[in-house]
Structures are given as C-alpha cells and as structure tokens.
C-alpha cells in the first residue's frame, strides 16, 4: 500500500481494520506515528506485530491493547523510547512477551514504572536479566512482591543493583531462601537497615559470609532481633569487628550461646562494655575459657555478678585480674575457688578485698597465697580472720608481715599460732607486740620461743606477762635477756620463778632491779649460793636495804 502520511490519518477505523499485514509492514515511520488511538485500537494483532522494528519509534503505546502488546517482538521492544515504554498501561504491559522483556535496554527498563512493575506477568518478571536487575530501582525493586522476589535465581538475585538495597521489604527479605541471601552482594547486605535485616530469616542469616558479617555496623547489630544472635555460627560472631561489638544489647548478649562466647576472640572481649559483661549468663562464663578470661580488664571483672564468678572454673579464676573485683564478688569465693588463685592474685588484693574473704576461703587459702599478702592487706585483716588462719599459715608469715601485725591482732591470736611462729617469727616482734601479749600466749611459749625474744623487748613485758612466764621457760632466758629486765619486772617475778633462775642469771640482774625485790622473795631464794649471787648486786645498795636482807636471809649470823 503506497500512501501518504495525509491519507493514512484520514483513513476512517473500518479502513484501517482492513489493511493486511502486508500493507502494516510497508507503513513508514511517519505514517505510524500518525495513527491515532482509534486507529491504532482496531489495528488486527497480526499487523501490530507486522510493522518493522525501525517503525515503531513513533507508535501511541497506550492505545495498545492486551492482545495487541501479546504480538510485540524483541527486535521492536529494543526500538522504542524509553518514553514510549513508560506510556504502556498496566491492563496491557500484563500481556507483554518474556522476550520482549528480556530484550528491553537498561534504558528502558528504568522507565517502567512501579505501577508497570506491579502489572508485569510472573513471567516476564522471572525473565529479568542480569544486567536490567542490575539497573533496578529502590522503588522498581520494593514494588515486586516477596514471591516474585523469591523466584529469582542466585545469578538474578547476585545482580540487583547494590543501590537499590532500600527498596528490599522485610517480607521479600524472609522469602529469599539461604541460597539467594549467600548471593546478595556483600556491599548490599551490610547496606541493609536494621528493619529490613530483621526481615532476614535466622537459618538464612547463618548461611551469610563472615565478611559480610564483618561489614555490618554497630547499628546493624544491635538491630538483629534475638533469635539471629542465638542462630549466628560462632564464625560469623567471631567476625564481628570490635568496634561494632558495641551493638550488642544486654538482650542479645543473654542470647549468645555458649559455644558463640568460647569462639570470641580476646580482642572482642575486652571491647565489651561493662554492661555487656554483666548480661552475659552465668552458665556461659566457663565458656569463656582461660584465654578469654585472662583477657578481661578490670573494670569488666568489677561488673560480674556474684553467681557469674561463682560459675567460673577454677582455671578461669587463676587467670583473672583479681584486683578488679568487688569486696561482695571477693566474698563470694568458696574455698574450692580461691585455692586456685596464683600468688600473684592475691597478691594483688587491696585491703577491702583482703578482708572480704570469708574465713572458709582463707582457711583453705595456701601459705604461698597468704605469704603473698602485702603488709597491708595483712593489717587489714578482721579478728574472725586472724583467729581463723591457721598454724601452717602463721608459720610461714614472712618477717615483713610479722612486724606488720597490729597489737590488737597478735592479742587474738590462738596460742598454738603464736607458738607456730617459731624461734624467728617471736624474734621479729616488735615490743609492742610482744606487750601485747595475752596471758596464754605467754603460758604457751616455750624456753625456746622465750629465749627468741630480742633483748630490746623483754622490757616491754608487763608486770603481769612476766608473772605467768613458766618457771623452766623462764629458766631458758639468757643472761642478756634477764639483763634487760626493769626494775618493776624483776618485782613481779613469783618465788618459784626467782628459784627457777639459776646463778648466772641471778648475777645479771642489775642493781636497780634486785634492789626491787622484797624480803619475801629473797628468802625463798635456795640454795644459799643463789643468794650469794645476789649479794654482789646489793653491795651497790643502800645499807639500809642491804641490812634488812643480810638480816633476813641469814637469822643467826649475817656475812660481812
């Protein structure tokens, strides 16, 4: 048919009706253009798909009908305008052949809009290729709905335009199956929002990449719901990089299972809050191990429950910064905890801590533990805990502690412990120690322990100390010792003591402290040569004095 653009806009509709396919097919560019609606709408379905690919730039679109859009080839999709494409309505674009989809430009499939999107067949959506997914928009993409989505293969779903991660739904999110969730681009997942992360179903999650996990940001974590925590491998939770372990809620850490702890590295732990530390389940911690115990600061430690540090094991312990704990978490140490603590813990108590030991723990405490001790924390020490530690424990005090001890705590001590001190433990009392002194404690010290006392602290014996010393202890005291006895000292002594001592004792007694002594004691002095030894002292005494006991001691005839 040869015509020209004039007579084929005045062809009426029954004309047009009329023409065969032979006639579409030589229809021009122009002439095409020309159609009207009316024209184009009475168009037989076999000359739309007639007319020449080159043609069909200038076709009304929209006039199309279902059946009409049903006959457009590859070759004339791939010749419309972007433009034209965007003009199809959503009751013909259903109709659209997979082909001619499949064929569209990455222009033209820009174009369609959401609406359009919405109306594509299943099929035409499942024909997507990749490189058109890979232009999709965040509308185009969020408009489809989670089934089609779901349709998609792995190559499909790998191709979605990274910048159109926004328009994923939560319900497209929980369609994809582990498979397509694996082969969404890395860059896209960690772009997700923590809404649309949610939408992730947990079993689909734990098939995602550690790098991918690595890529997501503190608020990406802290917006997976629980459930996603608990299902994370413990791969993908030892990824996380440290500075967005900060996400983590205290709800999601009580979540954490305990094989997702044990695989944490120490760098993790020591980046958790003191919050996070604390929120982690007790029966967890012995999870944690040695490795990541040890790797725990201080301050995390302070944040531990009581039954947290009790549901350590003892390995965990001896690796502990135990200067990080609380006098209440210190307190609740039981003996099979504490034993396992190295020196160097308890050596770093502080003073509180020292005395929050309940004296359960410190009675099974060993002696390098308790040797450990800083003065200090010795010091520090209640009266239940100093009558509480043991013999063993006493006898192996270092000097430094020893002399460290209080007055009012050497006055508590059991006998039997004062006697653990040994010959060198007595000897490094200080005089205000050994003054204080109970009454049994000196009953209990033997000549051995006795004779340990430095000669510069017999002084500070009481009158009533010296009173209760044991007669053959007190025999055991050397010359120097008796020498260092005052005045009021050597008055306390008893008959039987002064009997006990033997001469060179006797002729050590200074002059003072003999010239202390009354008639009473004197005369019980046996045999006569004691007294003799005590004569060359009086001759330094008053005549008087000297008189009364020449007097006294010898009734009948008194020596010169």
């Known amino acids: 048919m040869t015509t020209t653009s004039v007579a084929i806009s005045s062809l009426g509709t029954s004309q047009i009706a009329a023409l065969t396919t032979a006639d579409a097919q030589d229809l021009t560019a122009a002439q095409v253009s020309l159609l009207s609606a009316a024209q184009i709408g009475v168009l037989t379905d076999a000359n739309v798909a007639a007319i020449d690919a080159d043609d069909m730039s200038g076709l009304k679109i929209s006039a199309l009908s279902a059946s009409q859009t049903a006959k457009i080839s590859a070759s004339q999709m791939t010749a419309l305008s972007a433009s034209q494409v965007s003009s199809f309505l959503t009751s013909s674009i259903s109709s659209l052949p997979t082909a ?24 035409a959506v499942d024909a997507f290729s990749e490189t058109q997914l890979g232009k999709i928009s965040a509308s185009q993409l969020g408009s489809l709905s989670a089934t089609r989505v779901g349709n998609f293969d792995t190559g499909q779903v790998s191709a979605i335009n990274v910048s159109a991660v926004t328009g994923f739904t939560t319900a497209q999110l929980k369609g994809l199956s582990a498979a397509q969730i694996a082969a ?130 003892t390995n965990q312990l001896n ?128 000549s051995g322990t006795l004779n340990a006392i430095e000669t510069n602290d017999i002084s500070s014996l009481k009158t009533s100390q010296i009173a209760n010393i044991e007669t053959a202890d007190l025999a055991g005291l050397s010359t120097l010792q008796v020498a260092a006895m005052g005045t009021a000292q050597v008055a306390s002594l008893t008959t039987k003591q002064l009997q006990a001592l033997n001469s060179d004792q006797l002729n050590f007694i200074t002059t003072a402290a003999t010239a202390s002594l009354t008639t009473v004691q004197i005369v019980a002095l046996t045999p006569i040569s004691s007294r003799r030894s005590l004569l060359r002292s009086l001759r330094q005494c008053v005549p008087t004095k000297l008189s009364q006991w020449k007097h006294a001691m010898w009734p009948s005839s008194a020596p010169s």
């Not at 929002?193 to 179903?201: C, I, K, M, R």
């Not at 924390?377 to 430094?400: F, G, H, K, W």
């Open 100 to 123: 001619a989809v499949n064929a569209m430009t990455t222009a033209q499939f820009a174009a369609i809009t959401t609406n359009l999107m919405v109306a594509l067949s299943d099929s």
């Open 184 to 313: 969404l681009p890395t860059n896209m997942i960690t772009g997700l929002t923590t809404t649309q992360l949610q939408g992730v179903d947990v079993a689909d999650l734990a098939t995602v990449d550690i790098s991918v996990i690595a890529g997501f940001g503190a608020s990406q974590i802290a917006g997976l719901s629980t459930a996603q925590v608990y299902g994370l491998l413990t791969a993908q939770v030892a990824a996380i990089e440290t500075r967005d372990l900060s996400g983590l809620t205290t709800a999601q850490m009580v979540a954490l299972q305990a094989t997702q702890l044990a695989n944490m590295g120490t760098d993790q732990v020591r980046a958790l809050s003191t919050a996070q530390v604390a929120a982690i389940q007790a029966a967890d911690y012995t999870s944690l191990g040695t490795t990541n115990s040890a790797a725990l600061l201080a301050a995390q430690v302070a944040s531990l429950s009581t039954a947290q540090v009790a549901a350590l094991a």
């Open 319 to 446: 690796v502990l910064a135990t200067s990080g704990l609380t006098t209440a978490q210190v307190a609740s140490l039981k003996a099979s905890n504490i034993i396992g603590l190295s020196t160097a813990q308890t050596g770093a108590f502080n003073t509180a801590q020292a005395r929050s030991i309940t004296t359960a723990a410190l009675v099974a405490m060993g002696s390098d533990q308790i040797q450990a001790f800083p003065t200090n924390d010795l010091v520090s020490l209640s009266t239940s805990q100093v009558v509480a530690l043991t013999t063993i424990q006493y006898a192996n005090l270092n000097t430094n502690q020893i002399a460290a001890l209080t007055t009012s705590q050497v006055a508590v001590m059991e006998t039997r412990d004062v006697q653990a001190l040994g010959t060198s433990g007595i000897a490094t009392l200080l005089a205000a120690q050994i003054g204080s002194l109970n009454t049994a404690q000196i009953v209990g010290l033997s």
